[in-house]
């Protein structure tokens, strides 16, 4: 059951362009990019943080870009469906789809989904969600230090509840098992919501789960740490990883992208209204309340970030896949 | 957070006033209309509306997404039942029988006992969610995977039934069913299988894309064989169902809400699995169960009245803990949140009025869809009277746009083509394909579930039947295997009529 909007799209860009045809058209003719609507995919179910995030963004980038920006949908393969699709479309900077990491980078090291990381440019990145370590209310652990004693004395014992293998969730959970000389019995969930559904059950016994999940579910759990660099606002008491002497800063982030060879011009014209959105202090106040952690990385600065990453994801996904 | 007499009254207040009034009848006539189209389904429906909806205040909004989604399920038995086109999988029980009583003509009485049974189940359900809401809440939490793993493999135990008597034919019917469902990627891990390196096939088989390939083309090309000239059988037309049929089905319709709404309550347990066990649970209570498949009005009834059931349970964890429970749940929390609605304990605390404003305006809702379905029968049943060499190739086309608007894509379109021929060649070998649509829907969770379960419990299968929950799903789903097995061998051999002439 995923998403058709195309032919309402179709439809709105049909009459949109009539109404530019109409009236501004002689106006603008031949002016810089963009000059007609512009297309926003977002490559998750409509509803989740991809979404929320466009849909918060659409009316400030119609302001800035004086164009039309409508909200389309290519969803499936934990993204992968879209992100194909990205690389296979007009590169004229006139769709731009939601990107997510580690998710691009990750997919295709795993195995041939129709995509490289290579083929997908960063406009910018703008919203990011730190992992936390939580239990339920009632789980015995009160503190990191007890749970990851218990870990250690009996290996495997403990399941880490997280979203899909291979993903975020899994090497955080990864990369603590290797730093703290743990091991915990990773489960896998087909997305948040039923990663948090069985933590609040009390059927895992640990997540490793999105900073805007936590914040939502509050008050029935209890987070033990964060895999953020400084402590996250909303949960102050609960120390960093690193503070523990675990040096690892997990996080999923989210930003928009474009095709190679979309002229460097449309590139800079997104960039600008985007960065400016994310700049703007009432934006990054709301995205903070609802356990976002709004960023601001420009071009330059996000292929420099998913270079960084991947260098970083290679060396640990080596000891997955054995 | 608790039940008031005061808080439900205001919120019938709220509800009816015009403005409210207003947008709660146009979800409700979209909705309507995007049951009735096959391959747009509620989530669709509702996030197609979502950003039109930001000029609208929060509590008119929501009110008019929550009547698109509870819509959605009045109209999602008409192509069924009219033309054999399950829009949705939870329609396809609704076809077995509501297509046969279509072909004797009743094709007006099956529309509208399925619409009575939605709303007599829908108000039911919504009296559950009014008193027992918060209490109910937590229901979703005691399911872990393995409780979700045994509810599946009750669910599968089912095909022993809806097969009937052609057992063998059931199975391989349900195998064929977990097979298609494998296609793609593990849900989990993301690992390909059975795409033969085809891109196209890594999303996976659309479900959607299936059923209409199987029931519709598959009918369609039947009929074309033996040159029929109107699927109608005989020319005794009953528009409207007597006063016995809705007297008849009255225990059924209650049954089924049941059903619907504790299964609603479930994240996962999409109206599609409801409504195939509200089904077999008729069948089976049902002092004759050989008129299953054939035209009974409880085969209607039933899994009409429990899927809307399902989607008015679904609202009690949304409402309460912020849990979705489906594809169309999701992209509904995803609207309160834009609104700054955080759902939860809180919402019922914080935001009483909103909350209460949409509940009351589900009642309100459920009889407006009732009101607006009923004279519509009619229009609906005539379709049955347009004869078959003009009717065959509208199907066709309905059926063509149906499967490309599901994910627009293509590569969906050819998927129906295939699955046309598979039903085609289905009913020539009278293979039941009923057992096939239930096995992909459950297809998904069995496998997520069982993996999880085995990883939670280090590879111990006694974790089914430690955990009590668990362990009473499992004892029903081998109740029921034996049952049928054995009902099977008392009857003995084989009975023609049983066979899955779907």
Redesign the interface.
Known sequence: MKCRFHALAKLSVFFLLCAVLLTGVQAHAADKFPTHPLTYVVTFDPGGQSDREARRQQPHLQKLLGQQVIVDYKVGGGGAVGWKELTKTKPDGYSFYSINTPHIILQPMQQDVGYKTEQIVPVAMFQSTPLGVAVPADSPYKTMKELLEAAKKEPGALSMGGSAAFSGHHLATLRLEKLAGVSFSYVPFTGSAPQMTAALGGHVDVVFANSDDLVRFKDKIRVLAFSSAERFPHFPDAPTLKELGYDMVDSIDRGVGVPLNTPAEAIATLEAAFMEIARNPDIQKEMRDQGFVPLALGHDASVAYIKKVSAEYAELAKSIKK | MFFSVDLLMQGFGAALSPENLLWAFVGCFVGTLVGVLP???P??GI??L??LTTFLPPTPAIIMLAAIYYGAMYGGSTTAIVVNIPG?ASSVPTALDGYEMAKQGRAGAALAISAISSFVAGTVSLLGLTFFAPTLASF??????PEYFALMIMGLSLVVSLAGKALLKGLVSAILGLTASLI??N??????RLTFGC?DL???V???SVIIGLFALGEVFCNVEQKVTYILDNRKIEWMPKWVDVYRCRWVMLRSSVIGFFMGLL??CSPAVTTFVAYDLEKRLSKTPERFGRGAIEGVAAPEGANNATSSGGFVPLLA????TG??L??????L??YGL?P?PLLFQSNPSFVWAIIASMYVGNVICLVLNLPLVGMWARISLIPFPILGPLILVFSVIGAY????MLFDVWVTLVFGVVGYLMRKMKIPMAPMVLASVLA?MLE?SL??SL??S?GSWSVFFTRPIACVFMALAIGSIVRGLWVQYKTGGPEALADGDD
């Open positions: 391959g747009i389904g989530s669709s996030a197609i979502l950003p949705e979703a939490l005691y399911f872990g995977p793609g990627q849900p989990l891990t993301g690992a390909c891109e890594m999303a996976g659309n479900f959607i994240p996962g803990f912020g849990l979705p594809p169309a999701a992209v509904l929390l995803g609207g949140m834009m955080q939860g608007s599901i994910r627009f998904q997520t993996s999880q990883l939670i280090r």
